[in-house]
C-alpha cells in the first residue's frame, strides 16, 4: 500500500510508527528503494526528538513530515490502581526493587549487580533462552527471584510494580527507546527508576529529577545506584514524585492522543483539499 502511495495509486494518507531512526543503506540500489518508499508515508511519528534527528540526516525523508509524540500512562488506570491495590497484611508480599519488560534487557549486568549488592530484586520477563540461562546461574542468590511469566497480563505486572519500591531498567544498546514503556509506568505510579542511559530517550530523567542512569554494561554504576535508593529512602520518595509529576505535564495518555489527534486530523483535512 505504500508503495502504490509513492506511485500516486493510493489516494489516502498513510501515517506510521517509526520506532527507530531512518537510516541510508549500505548500497546505492537500497537506497533508492527505501527512499522512494518512504515517499509514501505522509505522518511518522517518533517517540523522541534524537530519532527525528537522526532520521534527518538519511536523506530520505522531510522534517514536515516527521513527528513528535509523548509516549504515556493512562494515569486514571494506575491511580485506581493504587487506590484498590490489596495490601501487605493481605497476603501480598511487597517488593523492594522490581524489573519487568522483555526486549533487549541486560540480566548480565543487572544480575551481578544485585549478586553483589544483596538487595532483594524481583525480575519479570519472558521465558527466553538467553534470559532463562542467565538466571538459573543466579538461582542459589537468595536475594533474586525470577519469574518467567510467559503470557502474563499487563495489568498483572502493573500490579506487581505497584507493589514495589523502585523499577530498575537495566537494557543492553539498541538505537531506539528501550524500556521506554516500562519507565513511563514508572512515573505514572510515583516511583523512583534506576535506567540504563538512552540517549535517544525523549527525557532527561537526572535532570528532571526522576532517578539514576548508569551506562550501558556498567555493573559498578548498578550497585553504586541501587544502593543509594535502598539508603535514602526520602529521595528515592522526591524521585518518585517528580516522575509523577513528570508524567502528569507530558508522558500520560491524554497528552499522548491530543497530540496524535490534532495531526491526524490536519493531515485527512489537507489531503482532502
Given at each position: 500500500v505504500i508503495f502504490l502511495r509513492a506511485l500516486g495509486l493510493y489516494r489516502k494518507p498513510i501515517a506510521i510508527w517509526h520506532h527507530q531512526a531512518v537510516?541510508?543503506?549500505?548500497?546505492?540500489?537500497?537506497?533508492?528503494?527505501s527512499r522512494f518508499y518512504y515517499r509514501g508515508i505522509d505522518r511518522m511519528f517518533f517517540f523522541s526528538r534524537t530519532l527525528i534527528d537522526d532520521s534527518l540526516q538519511s536523506g530520505k525523508v522531510s522534517a514536515d513530515r516527521l513527528h513528535l509524540i509523548h509516549w504515556g500512562a493512562d494515569l486514571?488506570?494506575?491511580?485506581?490502581?493504587k487506590q484498590h491495590l490489596p495490601s501487605a497484611g493481605n497476603g501480598q508480599q511487597e517488593k523492594a526493587f522490581i524489573s519487568t519488560g522483555k526486549e533487549n534487557r541486560d540480566f548480565a549486568t543487572?544480575?551481578?549487580?544485585?549478586?553483589?549488592?544483596?538487595l532483594p530484586i524481583d525480575i519479570f520477563t519472558t521465558p527466553d533462552r538467553d534470559y532463562e540461562h542467565l538466571l538459573k546461574q543466579y538461582a542459589p542468590y537468595a536475594n533474586i527471584r525470577a519469574h518467567l511469566t510467559g503470557g502474563i497480563i499487563p495489568?498483572?505486572?502493573a500490579v506487581e510494580v505497584c507493589r514495589s519500591k523502585a523499577v530498575v531498567i537495566c537494557c543492553l544498546d539498541y538505537p531506539y527507546t528501550v524500556g521506554l514503556t516500562t519507565l513511563v509506568e514508572a512515573f505514572a505510579l510515583g516511583l523512583p527508576v534506576v535506567c540504563s542511559r538512552n540517549p535517544k530517550f525523549e527525557m532527561d530523567i537526572e535532570k528532571?529529577?526522576?532517578g539514576i542512569c548508569v551506562d550501558y554494561n556498567d555493573a559498578?554504576?548498578?550497585?553504586?545506584?541501587?544502593?543509594?535508593?535502598?539508603?535514602?529512602?526520602?529521595?528515592?520518595r522526591r524521585m518518585g514524585a517528580n516522575g509523577r509529576k513528570l508524567a502528569e505535564r507530558e508522558f500520560n495518555l491524554e497528552h499522548y492522543s491530543r497530540e496524535l489527534a490534532e495531526i491526524l486530523?490536519?493531515?485527512?483535512k489537507t489531503s482532502r483539499k
Open positions: 537510516v541510508r543503506n549500505p548500497g546505492r540500489l537500497c537506497n533508492l528503494i486514571d488506570f494506575y491511580d485506581h490502581l543487572l544480575l551481578k549487580a544485585f549478586a553483589e549488592t544483596g495489568h498483572q505486572l528532571e529529577g526522576a559498578e554504576g548498578w550497585k553504586q545506584a541501587v544502593n543509594y535508593l535502598h539508603t535514602h529512602p526520602e529521595e528515592a486530523t490536519a493531515t485527512v
